[in-house]
């Protein structure tokens, strides 16, 4: 077998196509941090707070959040600046909820422009898709959507 050289070119993009930066973080929380209902002292949930605030993303989507978000926004912005706190934002519509409670929520530092209309059909709502569209401090905007699909456990 011969061997060969692998090299890489490294080059940056023209100035104008330069966008803005942003830090984003998707977590299913898998039952709001309670680990299904098994985790009762809160912990679980903290422990993920004090990632997400280690990870520090401009925008954070959490799928089953499911009765934590104003820990998770109290625990988010929790000693930030005024300009570097986060806005929490709520893509399931309550007529959406199934037994399990409120689903996908959009924590960001950015300006929430928009929530974006939500279309019910048999087999799609709020419950499994929402978005929103972001200010960026450039004056530009981006479009940011959350979606949690069902599996089937015994799914091969």
């Given at each position: 077998m011969q061997s060969m050289d692998l090299g890489v070119t490294i080059t940056s993009l023209p100035e104008q196509h330069v966008g803005t930066p942003l830090r984003l973080m998707s977590w299913n929380l898998f039952v709001?941090?309670?680990?299904?209902g098994q985790e009762k002292t809160g912990e679980n949930l903290n422990q993920m707070i004090d990632?997400?605030?280690e990870v520090d993303p401009d925008v954070l989507f959490v799928i089953e959040g499911y009765g934590s978000r104003q820990k998770i926004l109290d625990g988010l912005n929790a000693g930030r600046p005024a300009g570097q706190r986060f806005t929490g934002v709520q893509l399931t519509r309550p007529e959406?909820?199934?037994?399990?409670g409120d689903n996908l929520w959009?924590?960001?530092?950015?300006?929430?422009?928009?929530?974006?209309?939500?279309?019910?059909?048999a087999d799609i709502t709020s419950f499994n898709l929402g978005g929103a569209r972001l200010g960026l401090p450039n004056g530009k905007h981006v479009h940011a959507f959350s979606?949690?699909?069902w599996h089937e456990i015994s799914a091969n």
């Open positions: 709001g941090g309670t680990i299904n990632y997400m605030n959406d909820y199934s037994a399990n959009l924590y960001t530092k950015l300006e929430v422009e928009k929530v974006y209309p939500r279309y019910a059909d979606t949690w699909t």
